[in-house]
């Protein structure tokens, strides 16, 4: 069973650190997307959202999951967790990076100052200084490689009786029109789709945002 284990060292994800250095590296963006998961505006007392971003490039895959959270006059707080992976190692990175901002008090029943939304508070919530408080943890999850022999075509489970029902419909249809075989339903055979890992096939990986 992959468990995720304490990060040794300094986070990695930070802009010295060795993935951190990779990701400003000028590379091509394979793919990329942005989702939104959850939005609610909190009965008009701030905001609460969900979004998640991926980013895959020739040398490595980064995934960030944030939940931002306003509450006008009250505080502004970011929760962020990045998965990164740099192609042909066997570790896969988790970085969680909880933050905080106390907001100044409402003033006639309105927020002080310029609305801080998820790209604002996150550039304020860069600061580590007071009155912002961070925590910041990294594990990393050891990839177990399958061996090249277990590669083989997946063995049918429910293929093999969808095929003999089907053959037996299918003759039962040509005795009842006198033994004709020509309009008998063809007999599809499975198909099986295999995908080709991107570097070397896992052999089982469940990844969440909690660790489980």
Known sequence: ??????H?????????????RLLRQREEILWSA????????????GESELRVRVRVMPSCFLVLLRHHLRI????????????????????????????????????AGRPVGPMVDEARAA???TRSGPPCTVKEEAHELTLHLAPQSSAAKPTPTAAPRLISQRKEATASMSASMGGSTTAALPVLEPLHLTARPLRAAVALLSVSTDGR
Not at 9 to 20: K, Q, V
Request: hydrophobic share 35%.
């Open 1 to 6: 069973l992959a468990l995720w284990t304490p």
């Open 8 to 20: 040794k060292g300094p986070n990695p994800l930070r802009p010295d650190g060795e993935a951190g």
């Open 34 to 45: 942005e989702l939104p998961l959850y939005a609610d505006t909190l009965h008009d007392n």
């Open 72 to 107: 006008d006059g009250v505080i502004v707080r970011q929760r962020d967790v990045r998965l990164f992976h740099k192609f042909g190692s066997d570790k896969i990175l988790r970085c969680t990076r909880t933050s905080s901002l106390p907001l100044p008090p409402l003033c």
């Open 123 to 125: 550039e304020m919530l």
